[in-house]
Nanobody, 124 residues
Framework: QVQLVESGGGFVQAGGSLRVSCVAS????????MGWFRQAPGKEREFVAA????????YYADSVKGRFTISRDNAKSTVYLQMNSLKPEDTAIYYC?????????????????WGQGTQVTVSS
């Protein structure tokens, strides 16, 4: 049974940084893609970033490019999202998800497993 557990969310002032983590368990992820999505109050969930387990290929939404960095530690089965220069509009619940294929997609229905989410709040 696949489990994804996020942590590291919190409260930060605009311009600050946070790192959220996602520990994955329950199967081998070598052929998978890990994604981060977020959902702000009153809005639909949106793609943030993704990385392939095997080659570390990454892709970012335009809104976070240059500010966020996704990375993975294969030995720890953990994916990170380092968020710098945070803005109030980054406030959302951040979810990690697994896509059981080594090609990045940005649509949430391409991801089979989801974590419970972690709240990130950025004050102005």
């Amino acid at each position: 049974q696949v489990q994804l557990v996020e942590s590291g969310g919190g409260f930060v002032q605009a311009g600050g940084s946070l790192r959220v983590s996602c520990v994955a368990s329950g199967r081998t992820f070598s052929g998978a893609t890990m994604g981060w999505f977020r959902q702000a109050p009153g809005k639909e969930r949106e793609f943030v970033a993704a990385i392939t387990w095997a080659f570390g290929t990454t892709y970012y939404a335009d809104s976070v490019k240059g500010r966020f960095t996704i990375s993975r530690d294969n030995a720890k089965s953990t994916v990170y999202l380092q968020m710098n220069s945070l803005k109030p509009e980054d406030t959302a619940i951040y979810y990690c998800a697994v896509r059981l294929a080594p090609v990045i997609r940005t649509v949430e229905d391409q991801y089979a497993y989801w974590g419970q989410g972690t709240q990130v709040t950025v004050s102005s």
